[in-house]
């Protein structure tokens, strides 16, 4: 199996335009996700054309145009830092398409994948259609952007999500998985987690494991680092004097969230 957590890289693409993180199916084994992040200096430019592939374009910071073959979104993106904790835009773009952005300011953009093959509509997700959620109690609390969440009727097979998750408390805890195709008890989802920690000298915990141990990896995940989670149970935990933001992509045979928490621990769910 490949490994599990990848470092952040400094990859020059084109001028202006840095590769931070590329989870390519050859880098992962994954099957159904792929995962970037890139950096862009005002005035820069990316472009791709997508091939049997649907992607949502994350406007993590800045602010950009985005085009899509000859219709243009303009000015997508809300804030300078993650950490201001409020829903940015994104860009969902379907199998088969060209585009390109256009950086107004500094940005950093996430590229999320998963496979397609259906011709669906380009679809601008606003801010304000960012369901917000805050989940979980005592030292397991986190708030939810959800970006692109099973019940939205969008993409084929993307989902998409961000998390807080403040000093000191667990998230994707109790421990959960969802590497089962048998619904309505389990979906199968592949997942990847990509982090940023404020200050960004931090680090938080991730571990990843299956009931049997044949999957067992502990790891000390740094700022802008990625892991990928191909099954099992993925918990995080967040030393204190640091908050954790990451971005979750999902996607599998079926667009279902379905999860099967861990029974050992299922048990502090249930605390008055």
Known sequence: MADLLYKRRELKLSEGV???????KEATGLEYVQFKVIEMEEGARYA???ESTELCAVVLTGNVDVTVEEEVYSKLGTRENVFEKKPTDSVYVPSSKSFHVEANQPAKLALCYSNSTKMKDTKVIRAADNDIEHRGQYSN??????IL???VDIPESLLVVEVY??????SSYPPHKHDQDNLPEESFLEETYYHEIDPEQGFVFQRVYTDDR?????MAVEHQDCVSVPKGYHPVGVPDGYDLYYLNVMAGPKR???FHNDKDHEWILERD
């Not at 998750?165 to 667990?170: L, P």
Request: proline share 3%.
């Open 18 to 24: 840095t590769l931070i993180q590329d989870l390519n």
């Open 48 to 50: 791709e054309t997508l």
């Open 141 to 146: 609390k986190r708030l939810v952007h959800n």
């Open 149 to 151: 969440p099973d019940y």
């Open 165 to 170: 998750t403040d000093s000191g408390n667990f």
């Open 214 to 218: 044949t999957l067992d990896e502990t």
């Open 256 to 258: 279902k969230w379905k």
